[in-house]
């Protein structure tokens, strides 16, 4: 067990560009989901995958935000046109089942930051 | 909807002394509650959880917390506070349709020697 990985830790780029993030799951986990905290704040669900399927998203994504599971095991975050208030931390985590009262184990996510 | 409230944005406790870092939640049904620690610029770290069962809950690195269904409370304790527990810490319940978590604003824990 390698635990949930992310790449890459830090991100800064300029506003108006396209950032994307990857997040590899613990292999045996097919639940992913992904969420965004920010300064002084818990974490807020964006999307969650069962294997490849995306089965709900928040209306925190906008359409700029696009997720992707392809093959059920590692999971992209893209962003689009990226703006200032789009800088948080991007937190990505995985699970067994939904009827596993396991928790989620979460990775060190991704810190974007838009100059 | 579901919630969760953590009413105190920072705790200070003596090394030594217990700590409680408090949590309300607001849920139809029976809830899954959980507690998380994070440390600077990482993840979140699953401390313990409450699905059913005994009310007191015994977790990791000698926390444990207590569920209060007359109070809809689930706050996290430990008799004897470490420097190294000074971290942000918080409470969530978890969606049973979708599993996903709905996280208070968290609570710093401040632990002076």
């Known amino acids: 067990d390698t635990g949930v990985s992310q790449d890459p830790r830090h991100k800064i780029t300029k506003r108006g560009q396209n950032v994307t993030f990857r997040c590899d799951p613990i292999?045996?986990?097919?639940?992913l989901y992904w969420y965004r905290q920010t300064l002084g704040q818990g974490p807020e669900f964006l999307t969650y995958?069962?294997?490849?399927?995306?089965?709900?998203k928040s209306r925190l994504l906008s359409d700029r935000f696009s997720a992707e599971r392809p093959k059920g095991s590692f999971s992209t975050l893209e962003i689009q046109r990226t703006e200032q208030g789009d800088s948080a931390m991007y937190l990505c985590?995985?699970?067994?089942?939904?009827?596993?009262?396991?928790?989620?184990?979460f990775g060190d996510g991704t810190r974007l930051s838009i100059l | 909807a579901q919630s969760v409230a953590q009413p105190e944005d920072q705790v200070n406790v003596a090394e030594g002394n217990p700590l409680t870092v408090k949590c309300t939640y607001s849920?139809?049904?029976?809830?899954?509650l959980f507690w998380y620690v994070q440390y600077p610029n990482r993840g979140l770290q699953f401390l313990l959880k409450?699905?059913?069962?005994?009310?007191l809950v015994k977790g990791s690195y000698g926390f444990e917390a207590e569920f209060n269904k007359s109070q809809t409370s689930f706050h996290l304790k430990k008799p004897s506070a470490l420097v190294s527990d000074s971290a942000l810490y918080f409470c969530?319940?978890?969606?049973?349709?979708?599993?996903?978590?709905?996280f208070g604003q968290g609570t710093t824990l401040q632990v002076k020697p």
């Open positions: 985590a995985s699970s067994l089942e939904l009827d596993s009262d396991q928790p989620q184990h």
């Open positions: 292999s045996e986990h097919n639940r």
């Open positions: 995958f069962q294997n490849e399927a995306q089965l709900e």
């Open positions: 849920v139809s049904g029976n809830p899954y």
């Open positions: 409450y699905i059913t069962g005994d009310n």
């Open positions: 969530a319940v978890r969606d049973k349709s979708t599993g996903k978590l709905i």
